[in-house]
């Protein structure tokens, strides 16, 4: 996974900023956990704004199989491919938790960051993000199911955990049925990974069941049985 560097995460604040004043009268979206924002095969031209809660990308295949695509929280945004132009949404935007959004046209979100002066950061950042998805796919080809998990949950803890002296925090609930999907393999077998994990103290949960990742540990760990 490509790791954030402070470029982008200075970045994200100044659009998560410029956004907030955009919407600011604008009327909030609340979207109950299990519902869809938008589902694929759906016209929506609009760009969402999360103000709070949790949304997951998803994809299906032919046969049904879910496919996680990113998890996202308050602060980020999700919904940019209308920005393509083409056509229909290709997933599936599922609410993980009570979620407050805001959405914003298209030829607004494009006329914000010419304001604010946001076009070439916003080049940038979706640089990163294609870079990401391009390595979660050679992953799949070229990396076991146990590496790709700790490299997610890695992932998940850098560009989302709170961080303490000597490790990450993620705060997202997420189950072992999503990290499966993510990963491309069973529930049974996350559970199996996660649970050795824990015995080598690589992780942890605390009091408030909050994921606590030993982001050194864990990578120390991922270079030893690649």
């Given at each position: 996974m490509i790791q954030q560097t402070p470029q982008a995460d200075e970045?994200?604040?100044?659009l998560c900023d410029s956004l907030r004043r955009e919407?600011?009268?604008?009327?909030?979206?609340?979207v109950a956990r299990h519902i869809n924002?938008?589902?694929?095969?759906?016209q929506?031209?609009?760009v969402y704004f999360i103000e709070s809660g949790q949304i997951k990308l998803l994809m299906l295949s032919s046969e049904g199989k879910e496919c996680l695509l990113a998890i996202h929280a308050a602060g980020d945004i999700f919904g940019e491919l209308c920005l393509s132009k083409l056509g229909a949404r290709l997933e599936t935007a599922t609410a993980m938790k009570s979620t407050t959004l805001k959405q914003i046209p298209s030829s607004q979100?494009?006329?914000?960051?010419?304001?604010?002066?946001l076009f070439e950061g916003f080049v940038q950042y979706l640089a990163v993000r294609i870079a990401d998805q391009q390595q979660v796919i050679a992953n799949l080809v070229t990396v076991d199911s146990e590496q790709r998990l700790g490299k997610i949950l890695l992932?998940?803890?850098?560009?989302?955990?709170?961080?303490?002296?000597r490790s990450i925090r993620i705060e997202l609930r997420i189950s072992h049925?999503?990290?499966s999907e993510m990963v491309g393999t069973t529930r049974p077998r996350i559970s199996l990974f996660m649970q050795r994990f824990h015995n080598l103290g690589l992780i942890e949960t605390n009091r408030d069941r909050f994921l606590i990742i030993k982001e050194n540990k864990l990578t120390a760990y991922l270079a030893q049985i690649a």
């Open positions: 970045f994200k604040q100044q919407t600011l009268n604008s009327r909030a979206i609340k924002v938008y589902s694929c095969g759906d929506d031209e609009m979100f494009f006329a914000r960051l010419t304001r604010d002066s992932q998940l803890a850098r560009t989302m955990g709170k961080k303490d002296p049925e999503e990290l």
